[in-house]
């Protein structure tokens, strides 16, 4: 069994939002968090602008898959997270945001930190305490640590703790 590359993150929290936040209209908008099927999948290609093989993610049975929708709008993909439960805690394997949330013309603001805090919230759900971790690349460390609260624990190693977990949760999931 070949041993698995982390891959170095760079998702940018662009802002710490209620749930997401149209970039025009400044209207927000309530989203749900899914599984992610095959179906789902048909237009996540690199062609249509993705940056990640979803499908191989999807296909790795040691990970969970999910999708950020808006409420009643469940077939357009906000961004896509991908994550794996440890012994002790979630390590997310990738995230990514849809293309049209991407760069200075982006539609939507907070997906990122939306898929945050729904990785924490699954902590929280499996008795780890809402840890959190995942790999930054190095020019995104002090990004992650200013805009998440999360610790640079060495490397690349980034790590959400309780409190900062507790945080991102209450902040994105108001149930």
């Not at 290609?45 to 790795?60: I, M, P």
């Amino acid at each position: 069994m070949k041993k698995e590359k982390n891959i170095h993150l760079d998702f940018v929290i662009d802002k710490l939002t209620n749930s997401i936040q149209n970039t025009i209209s400044g209207d927000s908008f309530v989203t749900e968090v899914s599984r992610v099927t095959k179906a789902d999948l048909k237009e996540v290609t690199k062609k249509t602008g993705w940056n990640f093989n979803w499908r191989d993610e999807l296909n790795n049975n040691t990970r969970e898959v999910y999708k950020l929708t808006i409420n009643n709008n469940p077939n357009i993909i906000q961004g896509l997270l991908s994550f794996s439960i440890k012994y002790d805690h979630i390590y997310m394997n990738l995230i990514e945001s849809a293309p049209f949330n991407l760069g200075r013309n982006k539609l939507y603001e907070g997906v990122p930190g939306n898929l945050v805090a729904f990785a924490c919230k699954v902590s929280f759900q499996r008795g780890f305490d809402g840890f959190l971790s995942f790999t930054a690349k190095t020019k995104l460390i002090e990004h992650y640590e200013k805009s998440l609260g999360a610790y640079h624990f060495g490397n690349h190693l980034m790590i959400i703790e309780t409190s900062v977990a507790q945080k991102l949760v209450d902040k994105y999931f108001k149930s």
